[in-house]
C-alpha cells in the first residue's frame, strides 16, 4: 500500500511539472462587432487574437519574430519585440497572455503588421514586389481547437502568405498549405509560393 501511494504520488508530481511547462494557444478571428468585421473586410485587413494560457507563463520573457521566406530562401529575420532586452517591458505577470496582430497588404506594395500587447503596441512595414494574388493570414491549429507550446521552444504560430495555386484546376488554396505536413520553412519550395511570412513566438 504505501509502495503504490508513493508511486501515485510520483506520477501525479511528473504530470504536473510537465504540464507546468506547456502553454496552450487559442485563436479568435476578426471581430465580435459586425459592422467592424466588415469594414475591416472591406478594407483588407486580417486580425487575430491569440490567446496564451499555461502556469509557465507567469514570470517569463518572450519574443515575437517574423521571417520573410523569398523564392523558397530565408530572406529576412525581424524581431517585433524581445521583452528581455528591453528595460520598459515587463515579465508576464499571470499566467494568460493576449496578443491582437493586425495585418494588410497596401497598395504600395509594402506589408502593414500591427501588433497589440497589454500595455503597448508595434508598427512594421515589410516591402513586398507587386503581388499578383492576395496574401492570406492563418493559423497553425487546423482542425484542433488549441496548439501547444513548450517553454523556451520557438514555434510557429502564424503565416501570412500567397496561395498555393493548383496545376490542374487552376484553384488558389490557403489551407491546403497552412494544415499541410510539410515544415513552414519548407512551403515555398513544395507549394511554389513566391512570398510569405512567418510570426514565430517563444516565452523564456
Given at each position: 500500500?504505501?509502495?503504490?501511494?508513493?508511486?501515485?504520488?510520483?506520477?501525479?508530481?511528473?504530470?504536473?511539472?510537465?504540464?507546468?511547462?506547456?502553454?496552450?494557444?487559442?485563436?479568435?478571428?476578426?471581430?465580435?462587432?459586425n459592422?467592424?468585421?466588415?469594414?475591416?473586410?472591406?478594407?483588407?485587413?486580417?486580425?487575430?487574437?491569440?490567446?496564451?494560457?499555461?502556469?509557465?507563463?507567469?514570470?517569463?520573457?518572450?519574443?515575437?519574430?517574423?521571417?520573410?521566406?523569398?523564392?523558397?530562401?530565408?530572406?529576412q529575420?525581424?524581431?517585433?519585440?524581445?521583452?528581455?532586452?528591453?528595460?520598459?517591458?515587463?515579465?508576464?505577470?499571470?499566467?494568460?497572455?493576449?496578443?491582437?496582430?493586425?495585418i494588410?497588404?497596401?497598395?504600395?506594395s509594402?506589408?502593414?503588421l500591427?501588433?497589440?500587447f497589454?500595455?503597448?503596441?508595434?508598427?512594421?512595414?515589410?516591402?513586398?514586389?507587386?503581388?499578383?494574388d492576395?496574401?492570406?493570414?492563418?493559423?497553425?491549429l487546423?482542425?484542433?481547437?488549441?496548439?501547444?507550446?513548450k517553454?523556451?521552444?520557438?514555434?510557429?504560430?502564424?503565416?501570412?502568405?500567397?496561395?498555393?495555386?493548383?496545376?490542374?484546376?487552376?484553384?488558389?488554396?490557403?489551407?491546403?498549405?497552412?494544415?499541410?505536413?510539410?515544415?513552414?520553412?519548407?512551403?515555398?519550395?513544395?507549394?511554389?509560393?513566391?512570398n510569405?511570412?512567418?510570426?514565430?513566438?517563444?516565452?523564456?
Amino acid at each position: 500500500m504505501r509502495i503504490f501511494l508513493l508511486l501515485t504520488i510520483t506520477l501525479l508530481t511528473i504530470t504536473n511539472i510537465g504540464a507546468q511547462g506547456v502553454i496552450q494557444l487559442k485563436t479568435d478571428y476578426g471581430s465580435d462587432n459586425n459592422e467592424l468585421h466588415e469594414l475591416m473586410r472591406f478594407q483588407g485587413i486580417e486580425k487575430i487574437t491569440l490567446s496564451f494560457e499555461g502556469e509557465s507563463l507567469k514570470g517569463k520573457d518572450y519574443a515575437f519574430i517574423v521571417k520573410e521566406f523569398t523564392n523558397g530562401r530565408l530572406e529576412q529575420t525581424d524581431t517585433i519585440i524581445a521583452s528581455s532586452k528591453s528595460d520598459y517591458i515587463s515579465k508576464i505577470d499571470t499566467n494568460t497572455f493576449k496578443v491582437d496582430v493586425m495585418i494588410k497588404t497596401r497598395l504600395d506594395s509594402t506589408i502593414k503588421l500591427y501588433a497589440k500587447f497589454n500595455r503597448f503596441s508595434v508598427n512594421k512595414i515589410y516591402d513586398v514586389e507587386k503581388p499578383k494574388d492576395a496574401y492570406a493570414l492563418h493559423d497553425f491549429l487546423g482542425a484542433n481547437q488549441s496548439l501547444e507550446i513548450k517553454d523556451n521552444t520557438p514555434t510557429y504560430v502564424l503565416g501570412y502568405f500567397l496561395p498555393y495555386i493548383d496545376k490542374e484546376t487552376g484553384w488558389k488554396m490557403y489551407c491546403e498549405v497552412s494544415g499541410s505536413n510539410y515544415a513552414p520553412e519548407d512551403w515555398g519550395e513544395q507549394f511554389n509560393i513566391p512570398n510569405y511570412f512567418l510570426v514565430e513566438v517563444r516565452f523564456y
